[in-house]
């Protein structure tokens, strides 16, 4: 049985590895220099591994056998082609590790709200439930007039019955829309979908386009022809989308069509992408103007995930203070009133 192997892991084997082999190791050794530090499972695997490469079985196969994380597969499949080991290395794992980190920042950040929501809620059920009824007919029995806040949560009371309905609803509509058509469809109209999720959708854009144009820059710098490098794409099996993606744009290419042509008709890339290729072209230096712009896309999604994780947080909490305090005043307002009738 295989062992699992986290992505933190995953990203750190890999980066090591590149620093190694940049050092000069051979990937042989690097991989046993590795395999010291590994736990006595992951030793084990690590040295089947070996005996995988001595066969001759390229890397990225071998990885993709201990359940690797399919991007950074990517990145090894590549950097086997145009021979940049250890740079791609390096760099994949360094974006995945930024990744890793993201998320679970996410996850942190949303968690304390996530608690106080759930409390917060059961707060909400029991006095939109017990206390606010008895309330309400003290005052219709008193002939009082309901507070402004007594009226809200009663509103959000009625409302919430509505929502709850309405996910249970939806779920198994849209997990039947996922597994029967979404799963379903080419992994190119997969993706157009996916970058017309708000907010998510121009983070993934930018992943996409960041992904494509760094897997190009190392191909072109290695001397590789746009349609040498396409077949590399479409031969790569473990990946669905690049193999799509490489032969859905050479069959265009044999039509006439210009190359950043076919690529700006490709919704889930950015636009700039398409005139950082004709500007390439037009200069010689396509590889590094690639390669520019691969990290630009990093950047950018690094400012904007952390302008969402900035922005998440202060909304989360807003939202629950407002709904707290309104339950207290919600209680205090009419025992108040109640006071001044006695």
């Not at 290695?222 to 031969?235: P, Q, T, W």
């Amino acid at each position: 049985m295989r062992t699992r192997w986290a992505l933190k892991e995953q990203a750190r084997f890999l980066k090591r590895l590149g620093e190694l082999l940049a050092r000069g190791y051979p990937l042989s050794d690097a991989i046993e220099s590795i395999a010291l530090y590994l736990d006595l499972d992951k030793k084990q695997e690590i040295i089947g591994c070996l005996s995988e490469l001595k066969e001759g079985h390229p890397l990225h196969r071998v990885l993709a056998n201990l359940h690797f994380d399919r991007e950074l597969i990517n990145y090894v499949y590549f950097a086997e082609q145009h021979g940049g080991l250890s740079q791609a290395f390096i760099a994949g794992s360094n974006m995945m590790l930024k990744r890793d980190e993201d998320i679970r920042r996410i996850i942190k950040l949303v968690s304390y709200p996530g608690l106080l929501a759930v409390i917060t809620s059961i707060l909400f059920f029991f006095v939109d439930r017990v206390l606010l009824p008895k309330f309400s007919s003290l005052f219709i029995s008193m002939q009082l007039e309901q507070n402004t806040f007594s009226k809200i949560l009663y509103l959000i009371g009625d409302i919430f019955p509505v929502i709850f309905i309405a996910t249970l609803v939806s779920c198994p509509l849209f997990l039947s829309y996922y597994f029967f058509i979404f799963r379903r469809s080419s992994p190119l109209v997969q993706r157009a979908k996916l970058v017309k999720i708000p907010v998510a959708g121009k983070l993934l854009r930018l992943l996409y386009t960041h992904s494509f144009s760094i897997q190009l820059s190392y191909l072109f710098a290695g001397g590789i022809s746009v349609l040498d490098a396409l077949n590399l794409f479409e031969k790569n099996e473990r990946e669905p989308f690049s193999k799509q993606l490489g032969k859905e744009i050479k069959r265009k290419l044999l039509t006439g069509q210009d190359f950043e042509t076919i690529v700006e008709g490709f919704s889930f890339f950015e636009e700039e992408l398409a005139k950082i290729i004709k500007h390439g072209q037009e200069n010689g230096k396509i590889g590094q103007e690639l390669d520019f712009y691969s990290k630009y896309c990093l950047s950018q999604l690094e400012d904007r995930t952390e302008r969402l994780l900035r922005t998440l947080q202060p909304l989360l909490y807003s939202f629950i203070g407002i709904l707290v305090v309104m339950l207290y005043l919600a209680i205090l307002l009419p025992m108040f009133r109640l006071m001044e009738g006695f």
